[in-house]
């Protein structure tokens, strides 16, 4: 394939100043041989298998980097649910399951390890139990650990148990991580409809309907699509639409090429490419400027949420056109510690959690890096986790809540967390009791337009 001059100088622009980069390449590893009746004996075999297929993976990005041109952010790896894995041993505290995934991320250089998981969107097993119980101890005393739990599907409802449980999970990972703002709950996410082959961290896990072995690619642009913006600036939506997806196809191409090539030198097989934008705390990598550009005073701003839904729905559509392996979450993200135009607009007043729970409608994932008073009570965490497992639910669309309630801190405070994680302004949090909603239990049924058999 020819490129012409022009074409070859828009692509070094993306990478120069527009910061377009590979978020990640996460290698997916299936972990489901390495069950054991001994505990001892199951991280044994983890340890060792993630060292045989993952040995080679951060020098593996290193030199396609080198070799390509293109920055690789993180590299990172995603295993089986540990529930499905340790809950065949002896042991019920899964600590030390996470400890040894620290391990040998550590080892292996490795940024992240995502897969301390369950899925109890139906129910609970023994193995989903010691898991979440295991949570706070284990992302208090590991580095690198992400840890999801998916609450609720379209197909099954939502469990309310463990909505409920998990608000109280995640107040206890906040206080043993106090010394650190909490940081361990920017390591947890709970989800409805989680996908089985997302790359992007806290949330990625090797769902148990993938293959052995599988590398997927997290590509992310917010800058180059902002430009896209700026160069259409006072042009009609639909003209403006076609400019992002035509941006859109041209960073999932790099990222396919990307992916196609760091599979190919590990022997694995390619698995997806998730095209979403993935804003960091650096100025011109912003979501939440992109909006602004395209017409609104500040992100928040009545016409924000339909500003988004044509964002999201272009960079899906130019990525489908670019490959045919597009996954995972793919569209916008909205956090807000990780984005320095959302941070902007919260400290101004433009932006509020009962907007960004609208946004979460037509966006890629849903509530992320929040932080709110450390004197948020569990069951105010679990009605905002209920309300958007519901919007998820509905909707048929993959949702999720990152949040961290900062201990000692109130509405207005900041909080830094540092690197991609960035800073936080404490944001509030509507203070009327949901608790006799959440106490109920049981379990949300599943809507109507689910039973499409």
């Not at 999801?148 to 099954?156: P, Y």
């Not at 690619?217 to 076609?242: H, I, N, R």
């Amino acid at each position: 394939m020819l490129f012409s001059k022009s074409e070859i100088q828009e692509t070094v622009n993306m990478f120069m100043r527009y910061k377009l980069d590979v978020r990640a390449i996460t290698m997916g590893v299936s972990l489901r041989d390495c069950c054991s009746t001994s505990g001892k004996e199951s991280r044994r075999r983890i340890y060792d298998k993630l060292m045989k297929y993952c040995g080679r993976l951060a020098r593996v990005g290193e030199d396609i980097e080198t070799e390509f041109g293109v920055p690789i952010i993180n590299k990172r790896i995603a295993v089986t649910p540990i529930a499905l894995v340790a809950e065949t041993s002896d042991e019920e505290d899964y600590t030390e399951w996470a400890k040894t995934l620290d391990k040998a991320a550590k080892e292996l250089n490795i940024d992240f390890i995502g897969g301390f998981s369950a899925l109890v969107h139906k129910g609970f097993t023994k193995g989903d139990r010691n898991l979440l119980r295991s949570i706070p101890e284990a992302l208090a005393t590991t580095d690198r650990v992400c840890s999801s739990v998916n609450l609720g599907t379209t197909k099954s409802g939502i469990n309310m148990d463990a909505v409920k449980e998990m608000g109280e999970i995640i107040l206890k990972t906040a206080s043993l991580s106090a010394d650190k703002s909490g940081l361990g709950c920017a390591k947890l996410v709970v989800f409805c409809n989680a996908p089985e082959d997302n790359p992007f961290m806290a949330g990625a896990f090797h769902g148990p309907g993938e293959g052995e072995a599988v590398l997927s690619v997290g590509v992310s642009g917010p800058g180059a699509v902002d430009a896209a913006c700026k160069e259409y600036e006072g042009k009609p939506l639909d003209e403006l639409a076609d400019g992002i997806k035509k941006t859109a196809f041209k960073i999932t191409r790099m990222g396919q090429l990307v992916g196609t090539e760091a599979a190919k030198r590990l022997g694995v097989q390619f698995g997806i490419l998730d095209l979403s934008l993935a804003p960091t705390p650096a100025v011109g990598d912003s979501v939440a400027r992109i909006l602004e550009h395209m017409g609104l005073e500040a992100a928040g701003a009545p016409g924000t949420t339909a500003a988004l839904a044509m964002l999201t729905d272009m960079v899906k559509k130019g990525g489908v056109m670019a490959s045919t392996n597009v996954g995972g979450l793919s569209g916008a993200f909205i956090p807000v510690s990780e984005d320095e135009g959302m941070i902007a607009a919260v400290k101004n007043g433009a932006m509020s959690l009962e907007k960004l729970e609208a946004m979460t409608c037509v966006c890629s994932v849903g509530l992320d890096m929040i932080a709110v008073p450390g004197d948020t009570s569990a069951s105010t965490l679990s009605g905002i986790i209920a309300d958007e497992m519901a919007i998820g639910m509905v909707n048929n669309k993959t949702t999720a809540v990152r949040i961290i309630p900062v201990p000692g801190k109130k509405v207005g405070d900041r909080v830094e967390f540092g690197g991609l994680l960035g800073e936080a302004p404490v944001m509030a949090v509507n203070t009327f009791s949901c608790a006799g909603f959440i106490n109920r239990g049981g379990r949300i049924p599943a809507p109507i337009h689910s039973f499409r058999n």
